[in-house]
């Protein structure tokens, strides 16, 4: 599993990074700033997530706190965003392009390691 968060984390740190250079080059600095913005929340989100699900133990399952912490997760990130959208500092669609690019990381990561495991049992 640590394995898997650190690739995604490598590769999204990536994709982030050329995102953020080609909205630097093509559009202005509210966008890039909104890139930069939904990127870093979509990261913490990310990592939030990984952290409650590699906290679960298996002889000692506790669903109530992954709930719970996900909800807890999921305001404070509407709280980030409202209180972003509030400043109008920020281009709410660079906002938005930053955050899904991280979430799209994490798809095809998790189909990649899929396609990996598949491959592995029906190799056994």
Known sequence: ??????????????????????????????????VILGGALGLLNMRGMARGVTGLDINDPRPGRLFFGGAVRIVVLGAAIVLIAMTRSVNLFGLLAGFLLIVLVVVVEGVREMRLISKDEQSS
Do not use: E, N, P
Request: proline share 0%; glycine share 6%.
């Open 1 to 34: 599993m640590k394995r898997l968060i650190r690739r995604f984390s490598y590769t999204a740190l990536v994709v982030w990074g050329i995102a953020i250079a080609i909205a630097a080059v093509l559009f202005s600095w509210h966008v890039v700033f909104g």
